[in-house]
């Protein structure tokens, strides 16, 4: 016999299975005075190869902002030290004005509130669309106790809620594995978004993705950002273009420009480092 999701949920969350990226954070993100992230003089080598070199990087509160940057600029980099899996050699990294990152691991940056969306969709195949919205809610201290009972009013609505903003409340009962690339691409961020996290780091977000897709993509991005900080790092300069309001150019581990899409893709030194191609020239004759 099959186990349904609440006996699912029951296994995974065994009480002698309690992880520790779901203890409670100790206090809530600060932005009162602020950037919701901030890094300063952050820098980075691996083998004596400065993957970061002096990065100085602020995001604001709600703000949606664009990261590109040629091959190995050092955008993942960037991503992997705000995220705890990566020790700089030095610099400062704060989240909100009283969190230091650099004192923390990856599960109490996680639970603190910043989600990492990667490149590829990680979503568990053989479950239902609104089953893998339910696991991730686990993840959500403050539902955590009720989730062992059952899924609440609360739970429920919450779920109806992102399966809205994700554009999949019909495909709720369909096995996350059927879904289209783009679709599954949705539905890990929707699982991101049930932890409600304060910043969300999204990589890569429409690789492979078919045009209409990357248009509803680009929509959702634009409506998540306001909610919680969005962080996206994308190649597709179009993509880009569709949604930015401040893009950040990445070079050899530090920036090399920052401002609107148009400011940046006509700055002479992005155009030699990175914008130098074709595709990079319809994007010039664009603005
Ligand atoms: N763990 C590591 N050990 C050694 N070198 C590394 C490591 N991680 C990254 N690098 C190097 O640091 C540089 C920056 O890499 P990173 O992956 O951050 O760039 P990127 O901007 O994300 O590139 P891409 O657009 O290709 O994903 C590269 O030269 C890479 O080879």
Redo the contacts with the bound molecule.
């Keep these: 016999m099959s186990m349904t999701n609440v006996e699912r949920l029951r296994e995974f969350a065994r009480p002698d299975r309690v992880f520790d990226f779901m203890a409670p954070a100790d206090s809530p993100v600060d932005v009162r005075h602020g950037p919701i992230l901030y890094l300063e003089d952050v820098s980075v080598s691996?083998?004596g190869?400065k993957?970061?070199d002096d990065l100085n990087l602020t995001i604001d509160d709600g703000e949606l902002r664009c990261i590109i940057?040629?091959?190995?600029?050092?955008?993942?980099?960037?991503?992997?030290i705000i995220t705890g899996k990566?020790r700089p050699d030095r610099g400062q990294a704060w989240f909100g004005s009283r969190h230091n990152l650099l004192q923390m691991d990856e599960p109490q940056i996680a639970n603190l509130g910043i989600g990492r969306k990667f490149q590829k969709p990680t979503v568990f195949e053989a479950l239902s669309v609104s089953a893998n919205l339910e696991l991730a809610m686990v993840g959500d201290r403050r539902v955590w106790k009720t989730l062992l009972a059952r899924l609440d009013h609360e739970g429920r609505e919450r779920i109806d809620e992102i399966m809205e903003t994700i554009g999949l409340s019909a495909e709720r009962d369909r096995l996350a594995g059927v879904l289209s690339h783009g679709q599954k691409q949705w539905l890990e961020i929707g699982m991101l978004l049930m932890q409600r996290p304060r910043l969300l780091l999204v990589d890569?977000p429409v690789a492979g993705m078919t045009e209409p897709e990357m248009h509803r993509t680009a929509e959702l991005m634009t409506r998540l950002a306001g909610q919680q900080s969005v962080v996206v790092?994308e190649?597709d300069m179009g993509f880009v273009r569709s949604i930015a309001r401040t893009v950040t150019v990445?070079d050899q581990?530090s920036v090399l420009a920052e401002g609107s899409m148009d400011e940046v893709a006509n700055d002479p030194r992005v155009i030699e480092v990175y914008l130098g191609g074709d595709e990079a020239s319809d994007v010039r004759e664009e603005t």
Excluded: C, Q, R, S
């Design positions: 691996f083998d190869f993957a970061i940057g040629p091959n190995g600029a050092g955008k993942t980099t960037m991503m992997d990566t890569e790092v190649h990445l581990g």
